[in-house]
T-cell receptor
Framework: DGGITQSPKYLFRKEGQNVTLSCEQNLNHDAMYWYRQDPGQGLRLIYYSQIVNDFQKGDIAEGYSVSREKKESFPLTVTSAQKNPTAFYLC???????????FGQGTRLTVV | ELKVEQNPLFLSMQEGKNYTIYCNYSTTSDRLYWYRQDPGKSLESLFVLLSNGAVKQEGRLMASLDTKARLSTLHITAAVHDLSATYFCAVDIKGDDKIIFGKGTRLHILP
């Protein structure tokens, strides 16, 4: 079955560490997006990518980095420069000119 | 800068009643999305609206889009408890491919 997979489901980070969140899709979608959700809040756009080897900053890109070396994969690195990284991170893929839209199950990141 | 505003942000209603959630946006858009989120879970896609006047229905939910007014509505008919969730609209900025979300409408349906 086609789908979008995020891992891990839960992640704990110590102060000053970089961590990488995985997002993989087998839907053959071109576009992939990363969002951050804080408790009781909406989703805020971190980065997005329409094609391999190209990506754009969203509204809250500071302290994050991404890569898009393969169509199927769009990992997000939360760097030590992100001062308040505790949040729920959601990856989405969109296909057929953004008419098909799917989200992964999310990664809950906590700073300890 | 695109703004996406949903209202109401919180809605408590009785089973069997009808209600509408509104989504206004501030710039030209090609596509409008509606999602459902249950507590602690990811988002589930409900509808993708692609053109002015588009209307889609699934069960007790019906979504519509008016691109001239920059307004989408999500109408709930004869609400049931299982529809309790947070509903988000999202807008695809034309020519940019940014997809921006509203703050969500938390819907609580009383049995």
């Amino acid at each position: 079955d086609g789908g979008i997979t995020q891992s891990p489901k839960y992640l704990f980070r110590k102060e000053g560490q970089n961590v990488t969140l995985s997002c993989e899709q087998n839907l053959n979608h071109d576009a992939m997006y990363w969002y951050r959700q804080d408790p009781g809040q909406g989703l805020r756009l971190i980065y997005y990518s329409q094609i391999v080897n190209d990506f754009q900053k969203g509204d809250i890109a500071e302290g994050y980095s991404v890569s898009r070396e393969k169509k199927e994969s769009f990992p997000l690195t939360v760097t030590s420069a992100q001062k308040n990284p505790t949040a729920f991170y959601l990856c989405a893929s969109f296909g057929h000119m953004n008419t098909e839209a799917f989200f992964g199950q999310g990664t809950r990141l906590t700073v300890v | 800068e695109l703004k996406v505003e949903q209202n109401p942000l919180f809605l408590s209603m009785q089973e069997g009643k009808n209600y509408t959630i509104y989504c206004n946006y501030s710039t030209t858009s090609d596509r409008l999305y509606w999602y459902r989120q249950d507590p602690g879970k990811s988002l589930e896609s409900l509808f993708v609206l692609l053109s002015n006047g588009a209307v889609k229905q699934e069960g007790r939910l019906m979504a519509s889009l008016d691109t001239k007014a920059r307004l989408s509505t999500l109408h709930i008919t004869a609400a049931v408890h299982d529809l309790s969730a947070t509903y988000f609209c999202a807008v695809d900025i034309k020519g940019d491919d940014k997809i921006i979300f509203g703050k969500g409408t938390r819907l609580h349906i009383l049995p």
